[in-house]
């Protein structure tokens, strides 16, 4: 029996989870979660990091403490995001939150310079605001960055603050738009090209590669190896998708929805980047082609809102009373730029259902019908344009990470694709992240395949089916994807 601890940090939540591998059957326990999310300083966003760090020695330690020596530790976390190290290794300044607004307008300048048909046709990365590019350009001319030897994106910098070591492991380099998506090597020439110093980009690490050994003041039982994994959240919860074949769609579904397939080699089409579909770096050199919807969130936003103005917000409640409200009333584009920033989301619903010619949400439960609904359609829509931009059939639909537990969810998500959907694990990135160590280590073997069998060993999975509860007809659906452009 070997025991491996998992940090994943989501944007809404950090969690150590100890992954016992036993006899080719893996088993989670949490041993420490802890609040995460955007911290308002003199007029920026940032990450609480220090917090975060201290969220993970303590989930650390009471993994040490709960299985005597850990045979590994492994770090994952949202994408984009990075901390910069002078020559000292000291941290300068705070990490920007990827919400934050000063990469408002970049893009387009850095299109001036290298035409995005181009840095798409490199990178294949979706046009995000936030994406690392961009926000190193933003950062052009600041202190911080003249201060800067070394750009470490978050698990690589919480890994550097464990071992020493600073490397930037593949699949989320693969968020940054510096990483050539075909070589998975850095573009050092665009970014040369845009005046971002490249030598700001450590040596790049795959997943399943020794990192290091956590420092000994942290206190662990023994000396505990660092092993590289999906380091980008969305990687290792695709790592850990029960699927039993290849013609699955996934949603790794938690703040962000990421909606996709998990494929051999790029798509780096036009019609693709029209679409704004991503390619990023997966494990074992596979491609996460996937698109962005702008998921819980946007829940998550409404409940705080809510929260802030007294009024209910008990999610399970509200979910209860979304489920009796009329499907479809009304749908809105989740995906709009005004979804991005934190802010009070239900009065931003009312306003895109004015703008579209719809009735605006009356109530609270209209107002999460409103967005679950929405949500269905945009997932419907990624699943069925990643199919046909991949030219790859799609016959069940897998949703992992905290949004298993919404069962309405899951059920508009069947409905509205027409496709079987098979719900769970609710914690994927940290059992992909426990795979991926455990095979590091020795204890498992073999490729993506035989990891999925392992992980889905135990695993307490719902199917719905479409249709099932009496939900929208395809028709319908259909119909619904107009409303949300508007007359
Ligand atoms: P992240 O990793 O991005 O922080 P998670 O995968 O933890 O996100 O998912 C968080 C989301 O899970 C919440 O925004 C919430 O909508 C959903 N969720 C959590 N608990 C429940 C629950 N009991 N019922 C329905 N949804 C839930
Ligand atoms: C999900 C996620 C997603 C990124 C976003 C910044 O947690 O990593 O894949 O696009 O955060």
Redesign the pocket.
């Known amino acids: 029996m070997s025991a491996f601890a998992a940090v994943d940090l989501?944007?809404s939540s950090g969690r150590v989870i100890v992954g016992t591998v036993d006899g080719g059957r893996v088993s989670l326990h949490e041993v420490n979660r802890f609040p995460n999310g955007p911290v308002q300083l003199a007029g920026a966003l940032h990450w609480d990091v220090l917090g975060l760090y201290r969220g993970v020695l303590d989930g650390l330690r009471a993994a040490g403490r709960e299985a005597g020596v850990l045979s590994g530790v492994g770090i994952d976390s949202?994408?984009?995001d990075y901390g910069l190290l002078d020559r000292d290794g000291a941290l300068v300044g705070n990490p920007f939150h990827?919400r934050d607004a000063r990469t408002d307008g970049v893009p387009d300048t850095v299109f001036a310079t290298i035409p995005a048909a181009e840095l798409y046709a490199r990178t294949g990365l979706q046009v995000?605001p936030?994406n690392t590019v961009f926000q190193l350009v933003a950062a052009q001319g600041t202190a911080a960055l003249a201060a800067a030897q070394t750009a470490l994106l978050i698990p690589d910098l919480l890994g550097c603050w464990l071992t020493g070591a600073r490397v930037a492991e593949v699949t989320n380099a693969s968020?940054t738009g510096l990483l050539d998506a075909s070589t998975r090597t850095w573009a050092t020439d665009l970014a040369e090209r845009l005046g971002i110093d490249s030598t700001l980009l450590p040596p790049l690490l795959d997943p399943g590669a020794l990192l290091g050994h956590v420092r000994a003041d942290v206190g662990l039982h023994g000396t505990v190896p660092v092993w590289t994994v999906g380091s980008?959240?969305?990687a290792s919860a695709v790592v850990a998708v029960p699927a039993v074949g290849d013609d699955f769609a996934y949603i790794s579904c938690?703040?962000?929805s990421?909606v996709g397939l998990e494929l051999d080699r790029p798509v780096l089409t036009e019609a693709s980047r029209a679409a704004n579909f991503t390619n990023e770096a997966g494990v074992d050199g596979t491609v996460r082609y996937l698109r962005?919807v702008m998921g819980l969130w946007v829940l998550q936003e409404s409940l705080r809102t809510w929260n802030e103005a007294g009024l209910p917000a008990d999610l399970p409640d509200l979910l209860a009373a979304a489920a009796r409200v009329p499907a479809l009333t009304t749908v809105v584009d989740v995906d709009g730029p005004a979804f991005l920033p934190p802010g009070d989301m239900p009065a931003r619903i009312a306003a895109e259902a004015e703008r579209t010619g719809q009735t605006p949400p009356q109530s609270q439960a209209e107002t999460v019908r409103c967005i679950l609904d929405s949500l269905a359609l945009a997932y419907r829509r990624a699943v069925r344009q990643s199919s046909a931009l991949a030219g790859k059939d799609v016959s069940v639909v897998h949703v992992v990470g905290g949004g298993v537990r919404n069962e309405l969810l899951c059920q508009l998500t069947a409905d509205a694709t027409g496709l079987s959907v098979v719900a769970g694990p609710v914690e994927g990135a940290a059992l992909g992240n426990v795979l991926v160590q455990a095979r590091a280590a020795g204890v498992l073997s073999g490729g993506l395949a035989d990891l999925r069998a392992v992980g889905a060993q135990g695993l307490e999975l719902r199917r719905y089916e479409p249709g099932a509860t009496g939900g929208p007809t395809d028709r319908q659906w259909a119909a619904a994807e107009h409303r949300v452009e508007g007359p």
């Open positions: 989501g944007a949202w994408a984009v990827y995000q936030f968020t980008h959240d969305t938690g703040t962000w990421l962005n």
